[in-house]
């Protein structure tokens, strides 16, 4: 079993819709959880952070984070088609001295106008 | 404000060469991570340097991959004798000094290595 599942995709979605992009982890130790968006053949860029179970809200995207069920969630509202990307989620262990970031694979998102 | 830099965009090797990834970290900060992103895949973690210091390289393969950090200039990721499945993308992230686990890592563009 993977450390981080997450649903390749693609997803497509009309202008306007409302996107929920979703991992699983298996490893409790996983603490702090970011989103980043990957443009075609561009470097990640950090969306949201989180570490704490409960939603965390920045524009139109929305982090979730439920941590006793090791599930993890981005919402994207009123989505466009600038918001076409690769999404894929982060997370980092607590304590362990070395702060690599764990990925999942990504989800390709495409906003059709 | 720059940013992450990485060069080259685009790296071309034959097999057997040596490739060198240079990444210049943000302004102010001294923690640089490398990841790889071979096709069809997830970022893969490969090493954690500070200046002068690997702290992490868990993620390198054991043989022909090297990193380093000097005190002055940028992060250097060498393969020496290159295989046609280390092309990739590869990419360059850093964070503040003092990091903890709650910094944020920003990234760079990446350099593509293709190896013929």
């Known amino acids: 079993q993977k450390e981080v599942e997450q649903d390749p995709g693609p997803l497509s979605v009309p202008e306007g819709a409302i996107v929920s992009l979703n991992c699983t982890y298996s490893n409790s130790a996983f603490q702090y959880f970011m989103w980043y968006r990957q443009y075609s053949r561009k470097g990640p860029e950090l969306l949201m952070y989180t570490y704490s179970s409960g939603n965390k809200e920045d524009g139109r995207f929305t982090a979730q984070v439920d941590k006793s069920s090791k599930y993890i969630s981005l919402f994207i509202r009123d989505s466009q088609p600038s918001d076409s990307a690769t999404y894929l989620c982060?997370?980092?262990?607590?304590?362990?001295?070395?702060?690599?970031?764990?990925f999942g694979k990504g989800t390709k998102l495409s906003v059709i106008p | 404000n720059a940013g992450v830099m990485q060069n080259p965009r685009h790296l071309v090797r034959r097999r057997g060469q040596e490739a060198r990834l240079r990444c210049s970290p943000m302004?102010?900060?001294?923690?640089v991570y490398w990841y790889r992103q071979l096709p069809e895949e997830g970022l893969k973690f490969m090493v954690y340097l500070q200046k002068e210091n690997i702290i992490d390289e868990s993620g390198m393969p054991k043989e022909r991959f090297s990193a380093e950090f000097p005190k002055e200039g940028p992060s250097i990721l060498r393969i020496q004798q290159v295989v046609r499945g280390d092309s990739a993308a590869y990419f360059c992230a850093s964070s503040p000094p003092m990091s903890r686990t709650t910094d944020t890592q920003y990234f760079g563009p990446g350099t593509r290595l293709t190896v013929l």
């Open positions: 302004k102010g900060h001294s923690h």
């Open positions: 982060a997370m980092v262990y607590s304590g362990a001295g070395s702060y690599q970031l764990t």
